[in-house]
C-alpha cells in the first residue's frame, strides 16, 4: 500500500490527474486485475490500491496512474 504522502506527489501534479481510466476488476486475489473499458481481455498488470477499497471481482473502478481509487458506484 503507498502513504498518503507518496499518493500527494503521485496526484498532486494537475496533468496526471487527467490520465484517469475505467475498468472492472476480474481477479481480485493479492494486487487486482483489471479488463479496462474498450479491451477485450484483462490486463497481465496487477494495479497497486488504496488500502481504503476492497476489491471484489465485478466491481468498477477508476484507475489514475496505475493505481486503483475505488469502485465507480
Known sequence: M????EFVS??????QTKNVRFG???DATG??????DG???????????????TP???DR????NGFILGKII
Open 39 to 53: 479491451e477485450a481481455i484483462a490486463s497481465i498488470k496487477r494495479y497497486t490500491r488504496l488500502a481504503s477499497y
Open 10 to 15: 503521485i496526484f498532486g501534479n494537475e496533468k
Open 2 to 5: 503507498i502513504t498518503a504522502e
Open 24 to 26: 472492472t476488476i476480474t
Open 31 to 36: 494486487k487486482p486485475r483489471v479488463r479496462l
Open 56 to 58: 471484489v471481482i465485478g
Open 61 to 64: 473502478v477508476a484507475i489514475l
